[in-house]
Structure formats: C-alpha cells, structure tokens
C-alpha cells in the first residue's frame, strides 16, 4: 500500500513557474514508477509525465514536453514536478500517482488527492 500527498499548488500568472511535490509512504517507493495526471474541469483525466524507478527515464506528455520536469528523491520518499513557462490551459487538479508497471501512462494502482494549479492569463 502507498499512500501520496501532493503539496504545491496555487494561483501563478502565464509564464510564472510552481513546483509540485508527491509525499509517499511507505518503504518500497523506489520501486514504484511514479507519474503526474492532470484533470480540468469538464475533461478527462490525462497524463502528464512519469518516472522511472531509479529516475534514470522519463516520459512526457507532448503538451508539456520542454516546459515540465520530473524528478524524485528516493531518499525523501518524493517526486516532483517543475512546471515552467505555464500557460491558462495548464490550469487543473494535479494529481500524483504510483504504479509497479515501468514507466506507465495509464492504469496506476495508487493515486494522491490532487493539488489545485490555476494559471491566469
């Protein structure tokens, strides 16, 4: 079992930055590939970026492929999301997720709360 809490969210004006944060329990985290959804209102939930177990790979969505990214710390149980040049349509629930399938877009077992991100224009 692992349990996320996401911490980073706000209000930012387009072109501003924030930092996600992921919080997991537990003393397997390192074995867990670890990925970033969001969801905005009235859309479905959609994949954002993942990482590998060792933080050796990583994969991005194409909407936010040089702007965001990922990165863990084993040793703090955390996962991160640099989020730069933001733009209104990034505007969302942020949410963390946890899986055993590498590298995964889709289908992750564990998942967070969410984190509010709202960017103006």
């Known amino acids: 079992q692992v349990q996320l809490v996401e911490s980073g969210g706000g209000l930012v004006q387009a072109g501003g930055s924030l930092r996600l944060s992921c919080a997991a329990s537990g003393r397997t985290f390192s074995s867990y590939t670890m990925g970033w959804f969001r969801q905005a209102p009235g859309k479905e939930r959609e994949f954002v970026a993942a990482?590998?177990?060792?933080?050796?790979?990583?994969l991005y969505a194409d909407s936010v492929k040089g702007r965001f990214t990922i990165s863990r710390d084993n040793a703090k149980n955390t996962v991160y999301l640099q989020m730069n040049s933001l733009k209104p349509e990034d505007t969302a629930v942020y949410y963390c997720a946890a899986d055993r399938q590498y590298l995964a877009t889709r289908n992750y077992a564990y998942w967070g709360q969410g984190t509010q991100v709202t960017v103006s224009a």
């Open positions: 990482i590998s177990w060792s933080g050796g790979s990583t």
